[in-house]
């Protein structure tokens, strides 16, 4: 049982004050104290290996001045599961454990949220279909595949469900009526490339999804590059009427013949204020982004509302 002290009714009334900091990216913490993750499970096969590992990710980025972590159950399902020999049962204690997790790294601190990660049908995949969308499903089926494990990350008492990584609007769609009827808000969060969708779709009808249902908190972008990001969480503002999420990568390549990332990274901190005055209110880093960079950030918002004239 959560208290008011982080509770959905006190995540929006938060947001409705200003800007929350959120984490950053769970696996690259995770590789930098060692643990192999070149598995189809990724992290998520950590929540049942190594479970103080995943608390030390959290406690980490909650050191560094996030003020939401979201879990390590992206790419966490019944079908991955099972495919390791890991049964119903069990699958549903990982998922859940993801959320305790969170919420023990936060220590019951005031101004500490969880939100539970609920990845796209194609993470399971484990072959960069997330990447692409359109796995040639209908709505419906990729609604009967995100409803149980929804449902299942809901029990487990989070303060909001992150509907993150999205490449289409078909399963974004999908994602919606899953979580119908849960009684958590929601964040919708799209992977995009060269100002669309992973799967080619404009933006606007993306963000468009978001605009009449009063489940979704906030809408926008994540596991992007960082230069897409300012022009995206603009536009989700502007359709959705919503605040914005926004959290891309470091801007690193990922080369998938090599199995590695390429190039310079290119997230800067110092975008913030770009993406609050866009229309941000929930800002953070994906991939390849850690708490040295979160801690930057925070440190960037922090000096920039103290400095910020007081409203008339």
């Not at 002290?5 to 929350?20: D, F, K, R």
């Not at 022009?231 to 013949?257: H, I, M």
Request: charged letters at 20%.
């Amino acid at each position: 049982m959560t208290s008011t002290a982080h509770s959905p009714a006190s995540l929006v009334a938060a947001l409705a004050e200003g800007v929350l900091v959120l984490d950053g990216g769970m696996s690259n913490q995770l590789e930098a104290a060692g643990y192999d993750l070149s598995d189809a499970l990724w992290s998520a096969r950590l929540l049942a290996d190594a479970p103080e590992a995943v608390s030390a990710v959290h406690r980490a980025y909650f050191a560094a001045g996030a003020q939401v972590a979201i879990t390590a159950s992206y790419q966490a399902s019944f079908t991955g599961y099972q495919r390791v020999g890991i049964g119903r049962e069990q699958a549903e204690g990982l998922l859940r454990r993801s959320v305790e997790l969170a919420r023990t790294a936060a220590g019951g601190e005031p101004g500490r949220w969880v939100a539970a990660s609920v990845g796209p049908y194609g993470a399971v995949l484990a072959d960069g279909s997330e990447y692409r969308g359109r796995y040639g499903l209908s709505v419906a089926e990729l609604e009967r595949f995100h409803r149980p494990r929804a449902e299942v990350l809901a029990s487990a008492g989070p303060d909001l469900l992150a509907l993150e990584t999205v490449p289409d609007v078909d399963e974004a769609e999908a994602l919606l009526r899953a979580v119908a009827g849960l009684d958590l808000p929601v964040w919708l969060s799209y992977s995009v490339a060269g100002g669309r969708s992973r799967a080619g779709q404009s933006l606007e009808q993306a963000f468009a999804l978001a605009a009449g249902n009063d489940q979704v908190l906030a809408v926008g972008v994540n596991c992007c590059a960082p230069e897409e990001a300012a022009a995206a969480v603009e536009l989700a503002a502007a359709v959705s009427g919503k605040p914005v999420v926004v959290y891309p990568n470091s801007g690193e390549g990922w080369d998938p013949q090599a199995g590695s990332w390429a190039g310079p990274p290119t997230f800067d901190p110092e975008r913030v204020g770009e993406w609050t005055r866009a229309g941000a209110r929930l800002v953070g880093g994906c991939c390849r982004v850690g708490a040295e960079q979160i801690a930057e950030l925070a440190g960037t918002l922090a000096h920039s509302e103290a400095h910020s004239p007081p409203p008339t």
